[in-house]
């Protein structure tokens, strides 16, 4: 009997593996893809309305993306917003985050786009990079909080930073902010 539960796991850790996808319309898909492969593109996708027309917002938590003053920003993570007319399936990135990290920000690895949400009624956006990090939070520069932080795409296309869940009052407690990890999930609620 051990001997079969053997041999059966091992016939089925041989045999080759498939992935499946879905699209609702099969007859007539829309495929998207990033720039570079690599990115992780398609981590994480919502369907917004921008200037009336539908798009496909989609987190590449691990893309480079060029900062504001030109430098790399290596594996910073953005999100694209893409196209779903069919004569154009494009994709732009939306710069979320662009701006050189300060003295004790650590932004490689942050995963921007790494969770997505769209509000249904106002087709805000919510995009966060749970990953991002700050060191120096607790008394020392060699010690690194994870704090995550996100953003807000607004349907007209402008973004802005979602305050800090570490408020000044709860800074007091510096062991638990840093280990907040803020956006590792978010979710817009039926309010807003």
Excluded at 23 to 42: C, M, Q, R, V, W
Excluded at 56 to 70: C, D, E, H, K, R
Excluded at 76 to 90: H, L, M
Excluded at 178 to 191: A, K, N, W
Aim: a negative charge; charged letters at 15%.
């Amino acid at each position: 009997m051990i001997n079969s539960c053997i041999h059966l796991l091992f016939l089925i850790s041989v045999l080759p593996s498939t992935t499946h996808t879905y699209n609702i319309d099969t007859s007539d898909p829309i495929k998207l893809a990033g720039p570079h492969p690599g990115e992780y593109f398609g981590y994480s996708a919502a369907i917004q309305k921008l200037g009336g027309a539908s798009w496909v917002l989609v987190g590449a938590p691990t893309a480079n993306i060029t900062q504001s003053n030109g430098s790399l920003g290596v594996a910073w993570g953005t999100v694209y917003n893409c196209s779903v007319a069919r004569s154009d399936e494009q994709c732009s990135d939306l710069a979320v985050d662009t701006a050189p990290p300060q003295s004790k920000e650590v932004k490689q690895g942050q995963w921007t786009g790494g969770t997505l949400s769209v509000n249904t009624r106002t087709f805000d956006a919510l995009a966060c990079a749970h990953r991002y990090t700050q060191r120096g939070k607790m008394n020392t520069d060699n010690e690194v909080g994870m704090r995550g932080r996100c953003w807000t795409i607004s349907s007209a296309g402008h973004t802005s930073t979602v305050p800090d869940m570490c408020t000044d009052i709860q800074r007091r407690q510096v062991d638990q902010c840093d280990r907040v990890s803020q956006g590792m999930t978010g979710l817009y609620s039926e309010e807003g």
